[in-house]
């Protein structure tokens, strides 16, 4: 089992020297998450909570994530980097290409790249793109992705994107994983036909449902013997029983957030982030391996 640390809630200036750390505690990965704006008035209903209320603060900081790889990845040397999850089809599919390639490149092939639909419509409005059309435009994307990841001249012609013969450079060495977020029915089978999925906050019980579908239809597809990352947040302690019943599921990663799990709030100091990030690895990943 591998473990991803989530760093959401932390100073953008903290992302680095959190990283270096939760390597040395045993960390497999570290998660970013994902928003280019904040509305001043924010109409749209978060849809992982009860009350449609996101589940961050509006002053909490959200930096760029390709430029936050590239600092942590010059920092450390086996850590990987998810996003959890980008807002993908919010996006210019060219400028995430040249991103995300460079920032697999230059890290050595420690990207992965976990995107969802979206939720705010307000962050679409003030990117440019249309919020009804952002399932078409997040397949599409991952088409165009896929193919300028490659060596050669590639042109792609669907209906939201349109690119005539052009090529990218640098071109990651090998695959880019790209994973998907979200448990509707639709998210299920785009997380199924691509590289992952994240699932965020569920029980065991919840977990088991939807990998279960997953597979089925990874299964139908014929793609079962194909790799597949399952990046969760469960809603259990990470003991030998919890671990054992989540890969038994096809659980590859835990995501979790030390503090959270510590039963404390996010840290208002340096030391502390680290403090904690350090006493999860010595509690629950050092036992484990």
């Not at 040395?24 to 209320?53: C, Q, R, W």
């Not at 409005?125 to 919020?131: I, N, R, T, V």
């Not at 194909?226 to 995501?255: H, Q, Y």
Request: aromatic share 8%; net charge negative.
């Amino acid at each position: 089992m591998k473990f991803c640390q989530a760093l959401i809630g932390l100073p953008a200036e903290w992302y680095v020297p959190v990283s270096v750390a939760a390597e040395a505690a045993g960390f497999d990965m570290v998660g970013l998450s994902d928003h280019v704006i904040h509305p001043e008035s924010l109409a749209s209903n978060y849809p992982y909570t009860p009350d449609g209320k996101p589940q961050y603060e509006p002053e909490w900081d959200f930096p760029d994530c390709w430029v936050t790889v590239g600092a942590m990845a010059s920092a450390t040397s086996r850590l990987q980097f998810v996003t959890n999850v980008y807002v993908l089809p919010a996006r210019n599919p060219l400028v995430v290409a040249k991103a995300v390639g460079t920032a697999a490149v230059l890290s050595g092939g420690r990207v992965l790249l976990g995107v969802g639909a979206g939720w705010m419509r307000e962050e679409f409005e003030a990117l440019g793109q249309s919020f009804e059309a952002r399932g078409r435009r997040m397949d599409e994307t991952i088409d165009v992705l896929r193919s300028l990841w490659t060596d050669g001249s590639v042109e792609y012609h669907g209906d939201q994107i349109d690119l005539p013969a052009l090529a990218m450079r640098p071109v990651p060495e090998r695959r880019v994983p790209v994973l998907v977020g979200g448990h509707s029915s639709v998210a299920l089978r785009r997380a199924a036909r691509n590289d992952g999925w994240i699932g965020v906050n569920y029980t065991l019980d919840q977990l088991e449902e939807y990998c279960t579908i997953i597979h089925g239809l990874r299964s139908e597809a014929g793609m079962s013997a194909a790799p597949f990352e399952i990046v969760a947040s469960p809603l259990a302690v990470p003991d030998a029983r919890t671990v054992e019943r989540l890969e038994s599921m096809g659980v590859s990663t835990i995501m979790t957030s030390a503090w959270i799990a510590q039963r404390r709030g996010v840290p208002t100091l340096l030391d502390e982030a680290i403090e904690c990030v350090t006493s999860y690895g010595e509690q629950w990943i050092a036992p484990l391996r």
